[in-house]
T-cell receptor, first 115, second 112 residues
Framework: GAVVSQHPSWVICKSGTSVKIECRSL??????MFWYRQFPKQSLMLMAT?????????EQGVEKDKFLINHASLTLSTLTVTSAHPEDSSFYIC???????????FGSGTRLTVV | QKEVEQNSGPLSVPEGAIASLNCTYS??????FFWYRQYSGKSPELIMS????GDKEDGRFTAQLNKASQYVSLLIRDSQPSDSATYLC????????????FGSGTQLTVLP
């Protein structure tokens, strides 16, 4: 089946530094990638939607200059958390949409802790 | 009103019983509905998708959709302790460009 590889699975960084999270679709072309954030005991909240070769569309309240999304190819999308702060500590999950098929494949998630 | 609502639980059922999870959504024009299971610290995994009114069965799982009532449910028969997890209802709301909107999740515990 379709697989999305997400790395790293966990990362601890110092406040003020930047962290890059990668999601790769291993056996299909991900025309659209969704990025979610999940705080403890809460549901997934959509941060942004990116289409290959286009600028990402951010949800209301999500700072586009802080959460940089790049979807330069059909198999790779990245989320960079810039100038991270402790309140950015969360579980970040990507989800790829496979072209016209109505299938969403989730990455395994990245646990970010900012100290 | 939240766009996708679920009872947060927790819901506890004994092993072997039927667990019933419910979800309502606000947009009558929504077309696609999904149930995901999420274990603590893990990413969601798809259990069922349903697009048409009625029941859809897959093993011990049955999804039920009633678009007139804007209601989708998930039944888990012969519940096992390994089914203990948070169950997330997700809806592709009309006009949302295929984004999924998630409910808050229902925490299910199956007691041995």
């Amino acid at each position: 089946g379709a697989v999305v590889s997400q790395h790293p699975s966990w990362v601890i960084c110092k406040s003020g530094t930047s962290v890059k999270i990668e999601c790769r679709s291993l056996d299909f072309q991900a025309t659209t990638m969704f990025w979610y954030r999940q705080f403890p005991k809460q549901s997934l909240m959509l941060m942004a939607t990116s289409n290959e070769g286009s600028k990402a569309t951010y949800e209301q309240g999500v700072e586009k200059d802080k959460f940089l999304i790049n979807h330069a190819s059909l198999t790779l999308s990245t989320l960079t958390v810039t100038s991270a702060h402790p309140e950015d500590s969360s579980f970040y999950i990507c989800s790829a949409l496979q072209g016209t098929n109505y299938g969403y494949t989730f990455g395994s998630g990245t646990r970010l802790t900012v100290v | 009103q939240k766009e996708v609502e679920q009872n947060s639980g927790p819901l506890s059922v004994p092993e072997g019983a039927i667990a019933s999870l419910n979800c309502t959504y606000s947009d009558r024009g929504s077309q696609s509905f999904f149930w995901y299971r999420q274990y603590s610290g893990k990413s969601p995994e798809l259990i069922m998708s349903i697009y048409s009114n009625g029941d859809k069965e897959d093993g011990r799982f049955t999804a039920q959709l009633n678009k007139a009532s804007q209601y989708v449910s998930l039944l888990i028969r012969d519940s096992q302790p390994s089914d203990s997890a948070t169950y997330l209802c997700a809806v592709n709301l009309r006009g949302s460009a295929r984004q999924l909107t998630f409910g808050s999740g229902t925490q299910l515990t199956v007691l041995p």
